[in-house]
């Protein structure tokens, strides 16, 4: 039964993942008081993910450091340099909005990414292994990043994100793969008819608690919505699209699915505090939109990865 729901939610994501952000919305007063929440679920998903993997398989994903070194490149200076340039274009160079498009491709790799590389048949040990040093780099990657572009120094409470981290990521990451090696493997089909089915229910929470959480900066998306939408929907396009072709030459569907979503996702909790906390409150608006943009874009490059995988097989076959 178990099994039969994940298969389910899959075929229904593309629903399930935009609804669940409009009743964020709309029940954003009474889901709010559960938003502490969020990082304990975020964990679970990445617990979930990680008892899948062994030593052996990370060992092999960090002898090749290649393609996370290449991911980062894509994720932290090809995209932030395109969002600079089309948020310039359109707004000029010293505008809040250039910041917040900016800051959305320089924040670190989302934890949420482990669940779509999973469901789509990319490489969970290498996205996992991505997503933990790139959130170790982030205390030093993002202020770098936004005072190379701005001249402007940001400060970050690093300790408190790296607790933050150990709770969403380093420790549920290991938990998984000590469980996977004690049992040498044999946990996973045990578990899974019973932990994915949840984990999918933990993921569709922490979508819903995350649009409770922004709900209430809605007001700041007033007055420039026709040019900031458009721009926000491409610039998190252009993000997936960097990561699936700026890996083209690898020839390796596997590598291609989870670079695409490495450089697609990021950690917007983390880019709206930041925007926040230490730029005009403008500045929180490209970044409030991305959430709403890459978890449905997320569903629609799912959707597309499937087809051309199908379509590739059937001429293969």
């Given at each position: 039964m178990g099994l039969a729901f994940n298969r389910r939610f899959e075929q229904w994501m593309f629903l399930i993942i935009p609804g669940s952000l409009v009743l964020g919305f709309f029940f954003s007063t009474q889901l709010h008081?559960?938003?502490p929440a969020v990082p304990y679920l975020f964990a679970y998903v990445t617990l979930t993910m990680a008892i899948g993997c062994g030593l052996q398989q990370l060992r092999t994903v960090l002898r090749k450091p290649g393609v996370m070194i290449w991911t980062f490149v894509l994720a932290h200076i090809v995209s932030p340099?395109?969002?600079y340039g089309l948020g310039s274009l359109l707004f000029g160079a010293g505008s809040p909005y250039v910041v917040g498009l900016v800051l959305f491709t320089i924040i670190p790799l989302g934890v949420s990414t482990v669940?779509?590389?999973?469901?789509?048949?990319?490489?969970?040990?290498?996205?996992?292994?991505?997503?933990?040093?790139?959130?170790?780099?982030?205390?030093?990657?993002?202020?770098?990043g936004?005072?190379?572009?701005?001249?402007?120094?940001?400060?970050?409470?690093t300790m408190q994100m790296m607790g933050d981290l150990l709770?969403?990521?380093?420790?549920?990451?290991?938990i998984g793969v000590l469980l996977y090696e004690w049992t040498k493997g044999r946990i996973q089909p045990f578990v899974q008819p019973y932990a994915a089915p949840?984990?999918?229910?933990?993921?569709?929470?922490?979508?819903?608690?995350?649009?409770?959480?922004i709900a209430p900066y809605t007001e700041m998306l007033r007055g420039d919505l026709i040019r900031l939408i458009p721009l926000s929907i491409v610039m998190v396009g252009l993000c997936y699209a960097v990561g699936y072709f700026g890996t083209a030459t690898y020839r390796n569907r596997e590598v291609q699915v989870t670079v695409s979503y490495a450089t697609g996702m990021r950690n917007i909790s983390l880019g709206i505090v930041l925007a926040l906390g230490y730029f005009s409150p403008?500045?929180?608006?490209?970044v409030v939109l991305s959430i709403l943009i890459q978890q449905p874009l997320a569903t629609v490059h799912h959707y597309v990865l499937q087809k051309l995988h199908n379509r590739k097989a059937s001429a293969d076959a």
């Open positions: 008081r559960f938003v340099l395109i969002a669940l779509w590389v999973g469901m789509s048949a990319g490489s969970v040990p290498l996205m996992l292994a991505m997503v933990v040093i790139d959130s170790a780099l982030s205390p030093f990657v993002v202020p770098a936004i005072h190379l572009l701005f001249k402007t120094a940001v400060e970050t409470n709770i969403l990521i380093v420790a549920p990451t290991i949840l984990s999918k229910l933990c993921f569709v929470a922490v979508v819903a608690l995350n649009a409770a959480a403008l500045a929180a608006v490209p």
